[in-house]
C-alpha cells in the first residue's frame, strides 16, 4: 500500500517536494513498525518464541560445553532442544501459513531423531512419545497436502510474500539444509554425531541468507534467531577450525 501511495504522488509530481518526501519516509516506517508490532503479541507469535528459545537454549548448552572442553562439540542437549525447536517451528510455520518454513523444519526433523539415535537417548525415551514425534511431520505433511491447492496458490499470489521473495527463501532453506546432509554423512562415516567445521561454515550462508529474507518480511522470530545464530555459528567455526590445526 505504501509503495502505491508513494508510485501515485511521484506521478502527480509531488514526490520530488521535501515535505513529502518526509511525509512518505515517516508514512513507510510507522506502516512497517505498525506491523512489526502487531506480531509481538499474537499467539502465532508466542509459538514462534517458544521455538527460538529452544533453538537458543540449544544453542547456549553447545556453546558451554564448546567453550568448556576448547573443541566443538555435539552434545545431547544440542539435538534434543533442536527437536523440540523443531515441533514449535512446524506450528509456527502452518500458522503463517508458511511453506518455506514448512519445507525446512519437516526435512530437518529426522536429522535431529538420528542424532538423537546416535547419541544413545532416542532409545531411552518411551516408545508412546517416540511414536508421537515420529507422527508429527507426518501430521504437517498431510495437514499441508489437504491444503495444497490453497498454499499452492499462496505460493504463488501470496499479497504478503512475492513469489521472487518465495523462491528465494525456499533457496534460503534449501542452503541452511544443507549443512544437515553434510553433517549425516559425516556422523554416518565416522559413526557418532559430530558437528565438522564444514557444518558451521554453510550454516553461517544459510542463516545469512534466511536473515535477509526474514528482514524484507519484518518477520520479528526469524530475525531473531538468524541474528544470535550467525554469531554462535561463527564462534563455532573458528573454534573448530583453530582445533582442527592444532590436531595437524
Not at 567453550?67 to 503463517?96: H, N
Amino acid at each position: 500500500m505504501s509503495a502505491i501511495f508513494l508510485v501515485i504522488l511521484h506521478k502527480l509530481g509531488c514526490a520530488s517536494e521535501p515535505k513529502i518526501k518526509k511525509f512518505i519516509f515517516d508514512f513507510v516506517f510507522l506502516s512497517a513498525c505498525t506491523n512489526f508490532a502487531t506480531q509481538m503479541f499474537t499467539f502465532t507469535f508466542f509459538i514462534g518464541l517458544m521455538s527460538q528459545l529452544c533453538y537458543g537454549a540449544r544453542q547456549l548448552v553447545q556453546w558451554v560445553m564448546t567453550e568448556r572442553l576448547k573443541r566443538v562439540v555435539s552434545p545431547t542437549g544440542y539435538w534434543a532442544f533442536s527437536l523440540a525447536g523443531c515441533c514449535f517451528m512446524l506450528t509456527y510455520g502452518w500458522l503463517r501459513e508458511d511453506i518455506v518454513i514448512l519445507v525446512g523444519q519437516m526435512l530437518s526433523f529426522y536429522v535431529y531423531v538420528l542424532n538423537l539415535d546416535y547419541k544413545g537417548a532416542w532409545r531411552r525415551i518411551p516408545l508412546p512419545i517416540r511414536i508421537v514425534l515420529y507422527c508429527v511431520p507426518v501430521i504437517a505433511l498431510i495437514a499441508t497436502a489437504m491444503n495444497a491447492p490453497h498454499l499452492v496458490d499462496r505460493f504463488i499470489h501470496n499479497p504478503d510474500i512475492p513469489l521472487w521473495l518465495m523462491i528465494y527463501g525456499t533457496c534460503a532453506q534449501l542452503v541452511f539444509l544443507s549443512r544437515y546432509a553434510y553433517q549425516v554423512a559425516y556422523s554416518v562415516k565416522r559413526h557418532e554425531s559430530c558437528l565438522p567445521p564444514v557444518f558451521w561454515l554453510i550454516s553461517i550462508i544459510g542463516a545469512s541468507l534466511t536473515l535477509v529474507y526474514g528482514i524484507i518480511r519484518l518477520d520479528p522470530i526469524l530475525m531473531l534467531g538468524q541474528s544470535i545464530s550467525i554469531l554462535i555459528f561463527s564462534r563455532n567455526l573458528w573454534v573448530g577450525w583453530r582445533y582442527s590445526k592444532n590436531q595437524d
